[in-house]
């Protein structure tokens, strides 16, 4: 993890917990980490009825976008905006990757 973060925070299935630079805890976050979440996106999706979601997808795809782009400033050691993160995915070698028919990403997308 990179040194210039000033805290912590790590979770799971039980909640979750937040830390500072020394390791000692400073909150923690009771809940089941989602463990139902699964469950009530797939029960959604067979009823068909969009209001059965506990949580707007929307929202959800935003959240889990911003874990995602901490943990890449995360990795890189340094501060990211929303256009820095997007570049560097975008550039990415991993993108790029021969892939094997039907799985196939279009250059342009």
């Known amino acids: 993890m990179s040194a210039a973060r000033k805290s912590a925070a790590r979770g799971g299935r ?5 830390y500072d630079t020394h ?3 400073l909150n923690q976050f009771p809940g089941d980490g989602g ?3 699964h469950v009530n996106v797939i029960e959604a999706v067979r009823s068909g009825e969009p209001g059965k979601l506990r949580a707007n997808m929307r929202d959800g795809h935003l959240s889990a976008a911003l874990c995602h782009m901490a943990n890449i400033s995360d990795r890189l050691g340094r501060r990211q905006s929303v256009q ?7 550039n990415h070698e991993w993108l790029s ?12 997308v």
């Open 97 to 108: 990757r021969d892939y094997w028919e039907p799985f196939v990403v279009p250059d342009r």
């Open 35 to 37: 463990g139902t979440h």
């Open 14 to 18: 039980g909640g979750g917990w937040t």
């Open 84 to 90: 820095d993160t997007h570049a560097t995915v975008a």
């Open 23 to 25: 390791d000692k805890k």
